[in-house]
């Protein structure tokens, strides 16, 4: 077991029972004298013998010993992991996280440690379901972690248990619901799926050098009828992207009809299409590969759900959510105008609507993170301007990158080499500060014209991340106060990294003053 949880009990026995207690824990267990570190981990005898000894001399049973110490660990993990915790966050955005923080605060100062195997999916505003599975057998302790949370938030929150490994099950599964007063009853829409599959074993699909290769491998999905897209490729073929691997290209997925693609990421093909039943055109993200496990398609699916949750009028609208031959996919508005990045090359951008853009970007990134996800890839080609430059919205959300926290980073991390935050470069799971470094990044490329990171090399962008010290010239005129601010955004430590939304929207409105006068 990780040494913070052994640690956490630690200091649960000497707050509640004194360090004599304690001291006698280790006695009984054997393991007199025993120090433990927060950066270490115990062989599981170890932990239990401890957990058994601290059950007899407190005379308690073990899964009552377990969601007490859970409870008190849960504000213990938020300090420990609290600045990579998003200030507005409450009890179900933090959970909606819980699997990348637990990577990262875990693995942080220990790469090789394998944490517990945890997922959260947020079902409405006020309900979310989590997934533990542990050989260990200690599903009470998330339980009482959870509740933990709540009351860190000052949130009451019921928690069911509708799965446990102690009982049959392959995993724990815990549902977790806000209590509302019944004079305080909000309706909230939920987006519901046309169907869900039960969980198979995982298929590795996550980059394009591992999508599907030619017609053949779509003859077991009944839908998927390949002709050649507008690019001329040849028949049956589909399209291909730069790395010479086939995009397949339905006729349809469900109720939409497809007419071309319009882009193609690491793991992800966006079409255009049309929906039959409302007569109207639509932009529709589904994953290349055909066939996809759960463990790709789940997280897909849920962020696309917490997406449709959203409305704000700097992030791209979610229509809709399903599955097709499991294939998972959902439906955005359809955008016209031209890109960030299109717009750059054209020529300079004024101060005056670098300012507002950089400020409409800011208000989409905070809608984001309030809601619990973190965007993983902000860049100039996923923000669409409108043909006048006035109206902004970030599209193209990464997809589940924790999950390839045991990958070949270079290879596997989604996300557009130059705005990766260097963090994520050394192989830790995106949080919202990594946002903010990809969008320090876009504004450093609005106000001087030229991104500030280009190299083939991850070891040669870390490198000159550290040591980024842009000239004045680079600004082209770029007040001093807006300069600072990107700088800080950028900073190659997440710790010192600007971050506060208040503080970057408070400087941007008096540079726009400045600015008017």
């Known amino acids: ?113 394998q944490p517990a195997n945890i997922q959260a999916f947020r079902l409405s505003e006020d309900e979310a379901q989590v997934v533990y599975s ?16 709540a009351d860190f938030y000052q949130e009451d929150i019921s928690i069911r248990e509708v799965t446990c490994s102690k009982q049959g099950h392959p995993f724990c599964t815990f549902e977790a619901k806000r209590v509302v007063a019944e004079n305080d009853v909000s309706e909230v829409k939920i987006v519901s799926m046309e169907s869900t599959a039960t969980a198979e074993s995982f298929e590795e699909t996550f980059v394009a050098s591992e999508s599907v290769g030619d017609s ?45 693609i319009i882009g193609v990421g690491g793991m992800g093909v966006v079409y255009r299409g049309t929906d039959d039943i409302l007569n109207r055109v639509v932009a529709i993200k589904t994953l290349k590969s055909v066939k996809v496990g759960r463990e790709l398609a789940d997280p897909f699916i849920e962020e696309a759900r917490a997406m449709a949750r959203l409305s704000h009028e700097n992030v791209v609208r979610v229509y809709d959510v399903g599955e097709i031959d499991e294939r998972p996919f959902f439906v955005m508005e359809y955008l016209t105008g031209q890109s960030l990045s299109k717009r750059i090359r054209q020529g300079q951008v004024s101060l005056q609507l670098g300012t507002e853009l950089f400020k409409k970007i800011l208000q989409g990134v905070q809608a984001v993170h309030k809601i619990g996800l973190v965007h993983r890839d902000i860049k100039p080609d996923n923000i669409m301007l409108s ?77 000159s991340m550290q040591r980024f010290e842009p000239k004045e010239s680079d600004w082209r005129g770029t007040p001093k106060p807006l300069q600072d601010l990107v700088v800080s955004m950028m900073h190659a430590d997440a710790a010192e990294r600007m971050t506060d939304y208040a503080t970057i929207d408070r400087i941007l409105d008096t540079v726009l003053i400045q600015l008017s006068n």
């Not at 542990?134 to 933990?148: F, K, P, Q, V, W």
């Not at 050649?228 to 992207?241: H, I, K, L, T, Y």
């Not at 990809?438 to 014209?449: K, N, P, Q, T």
Request: aromatic share 10%; net charge negative; proline share 5%.
């Open 134 to 149: 542990s050989r260990r057998g200690l599903c009470t302790l998330a339980h009482g972690i959870i509740e933990g949370i």
């Open 387 to 463: 043909l006048d430059s006035r109206k902004c919205h970030l599209l193209d959300f990464g997809l589940a990158d924790e999950l390839c926290v045991k990958r070949d980073v270079s290879k596997h991390l989604s996300g557009t080499p130059g705005f990766i935050a260097p963090e994520r470069l050394r192989g830790y799971p995106a949080d919202y500060r990594s946002d903010f470094f990809s969008l320090g990044c876009v504004a450093y490329e609005i106000f001087s014209g030229r991104r500030a990171f280009e190299s083939e090399s991850t070891k040669a962008i870390i490198s």
């Open 1 to 113: 077991m990780h040494g913070s949880i052994c640690c956490i009990v630690k200091k649960f026995v000497d707050t509640n029972h004194g360090p004599e207690a304690w001291d006698a824990i280790l006695k009984q267990a054997g393991y007199e004298g025993l120090v433990l570190s927060p950066i270490g981990t115990y062989p599981d005898e170890a932990v239990f013998a401890l957990l058994g000894a601290g059950c007899e001399l407190l005379k308690v049973e073990l899964d009552d010993l377990l969601r007490v110490l859970g409870r008190f660990a849960g504000p213990e993990l938020i300090g420990f992991a609290s600045n990579m915790l998003h200030p507005e966050w409450k009890t179900f955005e933090l959970l909606a996280n819980v699997e990348s923080l637990i990577h990262r605060t875990i693995r942080m100062q220990n790469p090789t440690a």
């Open 216 to 260: 053949q491998a779509a003859s077991d999905a009944a839908s998927f009828d390949w002709f050649p897209s507008n690019s001329g490729s040849r028949a049956g073929s589909g399209m291909q992207d730069s790395q010479k691997n086939v995009i397949p290209f339905p006729k349809r997925l469900g109720r939409y009809a497809i007419n071309e």
